[in-house]
């Protein structure tokens, strides 16, 4: 599989979901967990690699992340740097 690059990063919402878990103040760790109860299995370094960019995320983990955060899946791919 290719994998293509957004802005240098492979995934577009990595840094809108740090700035949302620095704001609900919880770790990568509580984070997977939070995951793993939505039924998506991701670990603190799976956590860590969105975050920097550094992996893909499909497109059920991204329902379940804005689930987790009560967000729209949408606020998840807005440009942070724009807000």
């Known amino acids: 599989m290719k994998i293509y690059l957004y802005n240098g990063k492979c995934n577009a919402c990595g840094q809108a979901i740090y700035k949302l878990r620095q704001e609900k103040g919880i770790t990568q760790n509580q984070l997977a967990a939070k995951m793993q109860v939505e039924g998506v299995p991701l670990e603190q370094v799976a956590i860590s690699r969105i975050e920097s960019g550094k992996r893909v995320v499909a497109d059920y983990e991204l ?21």
Do not use: N
């Open 63 to 83: 329902r379940a992340l804005a689930r987790v955060f009560g967000v729209k899946m949408e606020e998840l791919l807005e440009d942070v740097a724009d807000t």
